[in-house]
């Protein structure tokens, strides 16, 4: 089995809709799926109608966190799989996370003009379209002015990078009312891309010890911004804690260059992820739609 349990669609920062994306997650010979957009289970639906058949729907989300300490913030993502979308508390934290992206992105396109770039609120709309719009929105307005090359290069210090020249912050959850709150809803948690380290700081192994005992399941390892070292360090680390460890491409479509399927999990894996939910169940193609 391929099992890739990090994808995003038009519903928050890719470019695929959620259709397109099962589509060439089979075309790509994928056997299972996550559907994992930034804090909305918006896609979900369009997704499951979609299903080819034989590949397999994980219902999730990518939860947006930061972690306090005495080092400074630092940003957390959150992977949740197979919760119940409709439960109150973590849909209404959901919703606060959500809703905080627009000011917050009108605010960075106000810190971007003030370094003097000519981006404007407008131009990040039509990019973000229907999704939740994000940092790789304006990301893109920058590569479409020329100020980068790439998506990837607006994420550094002199741009978007936490703490970077024109970041804004916005709504975060914390990840350990991230974790309780995911666990409430029935789902399963793991740590996405901990040790990331072209995003900016990395979460703290203490901190993730701390997840660990709080009811974190598991983490990312083979991601595409870790090298050798990184997936060796996030092996080690779960096999201390007794984590289970996961591998997905991250896909956004075209806004980054890297295929679905280019990082997978082992199938156990998944399997003890699928026994451990109680919010939601996987869905099998074609044409289903998510239980709960």
């Known amino acids: 089995m391929r099992i890739d349990l990090h994808t995003h669609s038009t519903a928050s920062d890719g470019t695929d809709t959620p259709a397109a994306l099962v589509r060439a997650a089979a075309a790509q010979g994928l056997d299972v799926v996550a559907l994992t957009d930034h804090d909305t289970t918006r896609g979900h639906a369009e997704a499951a109608a979609a299903l080819p058949e034989k590949l397999t729907l994980v219902p999730g989300a990518e939860l947006s966190c930061r972690l306090t300490g ?3 913030p630092v940003g957390v993502h959150m992977l949740a799989y197979l919760f119940d979308p409709a439960e109150p508390e973590l849909l209404r934290r959901r919703e606060l996370v959500r809703d905080d992206r627009v000011p917050r992105a009108r605010a960075m396109v106000g810190r971007l003009r003030a370094l003097g770039v000519d981006v404007t609120w407008k131009q990040v709309a039509r990019i973000a379209g229907d999704g939740s719009v994000g940092r ?9 002015l020329g100020v980068v090359d790439s998506v990837s290069a607006a994420f550094t210090e002199e741009w978007l990078a936490d703490g970077g020249r024109a970041y804004a912050p916005k709504y975060e959850l914390d990840p350990f009312e991230a974790v309780r709150l995911v666990k409430a809803a029935g789902g399963v948690t793991v ?6 380290a072209k995003r900016g700081r990395v979460v703290p192994e203490e901190a993730v010890a701390r997840l660990a005992e709080a009811g974190l399941d598991g983490v990312e390892a083979d991601h595409a911004e870790h090298d050798a070292a990184g997936r060796a360090r996030v092996r080690a680390l779960a096999a201390d804690l007794g984590l289970l460890v996961t591998g997905s491409s991250d896909y956004h479509g075209t806004r980054k260059d890297i295929a679905l399927g280019a990082h997978t999990t082992d199938p156990e894996i998944y399997g003890e992820i699928t026994r451990r939910a109680t919010g939601a169940f996987p869905v099998p193609g074609a044409g289903g739609s998510p239980r709960t």
């Open 70 to 72: 005495p080092e400074g």
């Open 136 to 144: 790789p929105h304006l990301a893109e307005a920058l590569v479409e």
């Open 191 to 196: 740590l996405a891309h901990p040790f990331a």
